[in-house]
């Protein structure tokens, strides 16, 4: 854990072996997480979102707008497939991006999934204020939250790693929690000597 916990060292204290992709509600903590975890790694940040945005010259909810939600899906698959096979780095997925089948079969095959697996409660504290979910622009946001977070739940539960986010958790003790669960597969995570 010291090692963890020093990670901010110019040194990384692990080498990063395979992508580690973040899962999870929207408001779990992905960005946050990915951008502190890439750091103390010393390895590159990518955010799938993003990566579809600049592609196409618009916003997620832009995009959902103007060609739907499965033109974004298969956009989404595509942008993650490709991601996959670059070297190994951090890559944080839109909240239904772990849905579809082909996307948990190619992160199975190349990376590994960690679900950020915040509850209710905080997810909704952390997105209320925020006018970029297109899912939730409806007349109960809340309430569709509740609805999302029910549905997805059962299939967050199938990553390969799970930590749970907790509200006192800072980003860099959430990050070090995360780092200690990766820490479990060599195969992923291994000391520096």
Known sequence: MDNLENAQTTQPAYHLRATVVL????????TAIGRAMAMKLGVPYVDSDAEIEAAANATIAEIFARSGEPFFRNREAEVIARLL???PCVLSTGGGAYLAERNRAAISKHGVAVWLDADLDLLWERV?????RPLL??????????????????IYQMADLRVEAKPEFSIDEMTVEVLRVLATRADVLEPVT
């Open 85 to 87: 096979q670059s070297d």
């Open 128 to 132: 209320q204020h925020k006018d970029t």
């Open 23 to 30: 899962v999870g509600m929207m408001g779990s903590g992905k």
């Open 137 to 154: 622009r409806t007349p109960d946001p809340r309430k569709t939250l509740g609805e999302i977070f029910k549905d997805r739940a059962p």
